[in-house]
């Protein structure tokens, strides 16, 4: 359910004192960021559930897979949005649909499949990035991270260790929390800041 946006060159040029210091880390600074999306209409017409905003308890299932790297992301409380480094690059996920009806995300988010870390995902055409971001509000500041994106066209990462992801247990992990109480106010789990 995850696809990538596009790749955003190193902050370095915009950072500025205005903003958290989460978006501007002293690592992130020279690092070109992947960013990485959930596709929250696929999850929908898969699981027949709406995450309905909460998708924090599904996006950290899905970050267990590869053990090495499960407690190396990072997220701040009350942002949606987590981050691992990894070889020379950061790597940004959340879900960007906020912005879009189900209707218009159909209408202008368009897929190419591409590898990330030798592994298939989808990322955004180039066609549809340019025009997700000529749609985007830029005074917000994550619209103007948004609209400094190029499309992702080769796979970036390298494997250093090349450890088996259950997808098994993936799926059973979201069955499990899809069957739970989803009612709990998510908001206040443990997160590592």
């Keep these: 359910f ?6 955003e060159p190193p902050r370095k040029d915009i950072a500025d004192s205005d903003h958290n210091y989460w978006w501007f880390h002293k690592k992130l600074l020279s690092l070109d960021i992947i960013h990485i999306s959930i596709d929250r209409t696929a999850f929908k017409e898969k699981y027949n559930f709406s995450l309905g905003g909460k998708e924090s308890p599904f996006i950290k299932a899905s970050l267990n897979s590869r053990k090495a790297y499960a407690s190396n992301w990072e997220s701040v409380r009350y942002i949606d949005v987590y981050r691992l480094y990894v070889n020379c690059y950061a790597i940004e996920l959340y879900v960007y649909d906020y912005c879009y009806s189900e209707e218009k995300i159909k209408e202008i988010r368009k897929y190419h499949d591409v590898k990330l870390a030798g592994r298939s995902i989808k990322a955004v055409t180039p066609e549809s990035l340019s025009q997700m971001q000529s749609e985007t509000d830029g005074t917000y500041f994550y619209g103007r991270l948004f609209k400094r994106m190029r499309p992702y066209d080769a796979d970036l990462i390298r494997i250093l260790f090349n450890e088996p992801i259950d997808e098994d247990k993936i799926k059973n992990k979201i ?8 009612s709990i106010n998510f908001m206040f789990l443990p997160v590592k800041c």
């Design 2 to 7: 995850a696809f990538i946006l596009g790749v």
């Design 175 to 182: 069955t499990g929390l899809m069957e739970s109480d989803i």
